[in-house]
């Protein structure tokens, strides 16, 4: 019967005209950047309007904030009588569709709330109006009036047209800010708008580069192409380290330049890329832009508005960089593709190289992922021909790859107290008698990783942390290499009270430094660790006096292992190869392999051919086979072998929650909870709860549980019951890894 009567009271609408609707209150979703759930609905006032993407001033709690005009519909739980209107619209671009679809594709991959992404694409900062940098110029024509010499060196230094701002005005005529305000009183200055001080040279990409060899200019023609073709793709780029993979992108990068589209190269250390923008600069005649987390308010803002007015045509960046507002990105490049750096451990837990290949989907783009040693993510989708892969098989030129050979430290052990062997020593005094320069190679800051008191066995450990403090003699401490902690290093021992008992135990790069001052007193050695290099600056220096030839040995942690590129270098000394390979890490021996092949990599890069030596106890270990014979492809192949039965990364997925609280009850309560609310099913499978390895880190104690799930299986939706699942109160954390990178 209802139904009956729906259809007559249809019909009559039907037949008669529709009423006019009541004019319904415009409500819009607004993104904020803050960690709330989804969008708010705003009111659109009348006289406004404002479509997807728009930026406006909303008011929030007592404040205003900005937000961005969203796509879908906010929670409409608040009435239309209740809703507050958007304060107003901010000038400018708006977001554009591709970016708003990254923020809700990150947000949702990784379980984060859209606002904390957002924020990171919002650079709030870069949106307000540039503060007005208003200089003076000479009034025209001069009015008459009593002119001083130092009014008349005023005059002198503004004769040229070219408007300045009062400071450099009052420095360059040597007067006082006074005389500069007199005279605009006196109207014989009249204020000027300054020219905007960045601006972003377009690179040419006619400027003439290198002559590619025949294997670099086809895999160069495949990128040009990909580039041209304007829709997604992904190509890997491998090759040996020294291969030219680097020139082969920049093709690409020109290509995209021809097209008038805009370049964006992602790198894992922008801070050690000194070389890098030299080629670049070489290639292209001038530099890209460059965006990172440490730049000025100032350039950041400048840059940001040049990227978004596509005025920045290529953009050089760390991970925050897949965030700008590209108006026509036609090419994503992740150099380094393999390196862990790409990884966003706080915050939202991003991978910027996975999240790249979204960002080149959403633009219609290719990305190129390069590297000499990819992981093995990255091989298994070249595998399955989602990626295309493109090989260069050798080294450029006449370098050949350096010869690896292995000290089996069993065999030849250093001295006691040491930790370079015979041999070692020997190729270093070699290579220095023969006018190269020598690298030793340890991943490890400091003197030495553990303090131990000799009387009690006592060992300084951190007071927040599981982890045990490192010295670092120089600067007399020890520290916490996890929260920051540091402490003199103590005369006596914190436990005992005996007095100069405490020994440091194993090496860190300093004690290194220390042996390598005793046995090589007349080489000129440079350390190269992330406290030695602090920034941009001090790692350029470090390599034009390496380049220079200033520097006979470079002692150093990972950041040697980076892109570098050192002609006079021919020897490397891997101190600890076996470093990485303890730990329950899932990619420990990949990882290793990653990093000492590419620290390997250093050495030979020109003529003169290069010699790697790792001192190692396991030389029959699989990874040091695999770097002895450099057949890397072999050795990933076993790896996969191995991850494949068990559903581990890459043929399985993973997504961690780690708890966390300020008491280790409290965080086990929940972590018992968070296990007994599980998901269960086929190809699904929880391991944990268990304490983290860092247990205690920053004084908060820590619980982790692993999901894995067959590939075809989402953990998306089973991790948001899952949490929906389990009340989390008071201090406590949960928070969630998908596609774990650390266990820590
Ligand atoms: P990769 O990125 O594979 O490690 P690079 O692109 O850094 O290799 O090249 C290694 C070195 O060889 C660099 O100094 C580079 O300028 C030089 N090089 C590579 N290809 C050429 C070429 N076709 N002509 C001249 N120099 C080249
Ligand atoms: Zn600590």
Redesign the pocket.
């Known amino acids: 019967m209802a139904g009956i009567h729906q259809k007559r009271r249809l019909g009559k609408l039907f037949e008669s005209p529709a009423p006019e609707p009541p004019p319904a209150t415009e409500r819009v979703p607004v993104l904020l950047p803050y960690p709330f759930a989804g969008p708010f609905d705003y009111r659109v006032p009348r006289g406004m309007a404002v479509a997807p993407g728009d930026l406006v001033l909303v008011p929030l709690n007592r404040r205003e904030t900005v937000g961005v005009v969203w796509d879908a519909p906010g929670e409409a739980t608040v009435g239309d009588n209740r809703l507050r209107p958007i304060s107003g619209r901010i000038d400018g671009n708006p977001m554009r569709a591709d970016l708003r679809g990254l923020v809700d594709w990150i947000a949702s991959y990784t379980l984060a709330a859209p606002g904390e992404v957002l924020a990171m694409a919002l650079r709030v900062n870069a949106l307000r109006p540039e503060p007005q940098h208003t200089g003076w110029r000479l009034a025209d024509p001069l009015p008459a009036t009593r002119l001083t010499d130092a009014r008349n060196r005023v005059l002198a230094a503004l004769a040229d047209g070219q408007p300045r701002l009062g400071v450099d005005l009052a420095r360059l005529a040597e007067v006082s800010s006074g005389v500069v305000r007199s005279m605009a009183e006196a109207g014989l200055l009249l204020p000027a708008t300054m020219p905007a001080s960045l601006s972003f040279q377009r690179p040419d990409p006619e400027h003439p580069g290198r002559i590619l060899s025949p294997d670099q200019e086809a895999a160069a023609a495949a990128l040009r192409g990909a580039v041209r073709d304007g829709v997604f793709s992904v190509s890997l780029l491998d090759g040996v380290t020294g291969s030219g993979k680097t020139e082969v992108y920049l093709e690409a990068v020109a290509e995209c330049l021809r097209g008038g589209r805009q370049a964006l190269v992602l790198l894992p250390e922008i801070a050690l890329s000194a070389q890098w923008f030299d080629r670049f600069t070489h290639r292209f005649g001038v530099a890209p832009a460059v965006w990172h987390s440490d730049l000025s308010a100032r350039v950041r803002r400048t840059t940001w508005r040049a990227v978004d007015g596509g005025t920045a045509p290529v953009v050089v960046g760390a991970r925050s960089a897949l965030f700008l507002p590209f108006p026509d990105l036609g090419l994503i490049i992740v150099d380094e593709e393999h390196e862990t750096a790409f990884k966003q451990e706080e915050g939202v837990v991003y991978h910027a190289r996975d999240m790249a290949v979204v960002r080149a989907r959403l633009c219609a783009a290719p990305a190129v992922l390069v590297s000499a040693t990819p992981s093995l993510e990255t091989v298994a989708n070249v595998q399955a021909g989602r990626y295309r892969c493109l090989h260069l098989p050798e080294r450029h030129g006449s370098a050949g790859m350096p010869e690896i050979v292995l000290i089996d430290q069993r065999a030849t052990p250093p001295e006691r107290g040491r930790f370079l062997s015979p041999p070692l020593v020997a190729a270093v005094r070699a290579a220095f008698a023969q006018g190269e320069q020598a690298m030793l190679f340890l991943n490890r800051r400091g003197y030495a990783p553990l303090t131990l008191c000799r009387a009690c066995g006592h060992r300084m450990a951190?007071p927040?942390?599981t982890?045990w403090l490192v010295e670092h003699r120089a600067r007399k401490q020890l520290q916490?290499h996890?929260?920051g902690?540091a402490v003199p290093i103590p005369l006596a021992c914190p436990e005992c009270g005996a007095e100069h008992s405490l020994t440091p135990v194993g090496p860190g790069v300093e004690r290194i430094t220390e042996e390598a001052a005793a046995l090589f007193p007349e080489a000129r050695t440079l350390v190269m660790a992330s406290d030695t290099l602090p920034g941009p600056q001090a790692s350029a220096e470090a390599a034009r006096a390496i380049a220079a030839r200033e520097v006979d040995l470079i002692i150093g942690t990972q950041i040697v292992a980076k892109g570098w590129h050192f002609p006079h270098l021919t020897l490397v000394g891997v101190v600890d190869a076996d470093l990485g390979l303890s730990g329950g890490d899932l990619r420990a021996a990949e990882r290793t392999v990653q990093l000492l092949h590419q620290v390997a990599g250093r050495a030979g890069r020109a003529e003169a051919p290069g010699r790697v030596l790792l001192q190692t106890f396991s030389p029959e270990h699989p990874v040091m086979q695999a770097l002895l014979s450099g057949q890397l492809a072999a050795f990933m192949a076993r790896e996969a072998a191995q991850r494949r039965p068990g559903n581990w990364p890459p043929f399985g997925r993973l997504a961690a929650l780690i708890v966390s609280a300020d008491t280790a009850q409290a965080a086990d309560t929940v972590a018992r909870d968070l296990g007994r609310a599980a998901p269960h099913g086929e190809g699904i499978l929880v391991l944990g709860p268990a304490p983290a390895p860092l247990a205690i880190l920053?004084g908060r104690h820590r619980r982790r549980l692993l999901l894995k799930t067959r590939r075809d299986i989402p953990v998306q939706p089973l991790l948001r019951d899952w949490l929906a699942a389990v009340p989390v109160r008071g201090n406590v954390r949960v928070d969630v890894d998908v596609d774990p990178v650390s266990f820590l």
């Open positions: 951190c927040n942390c982890s916490c996890h929260c902690h920053r």
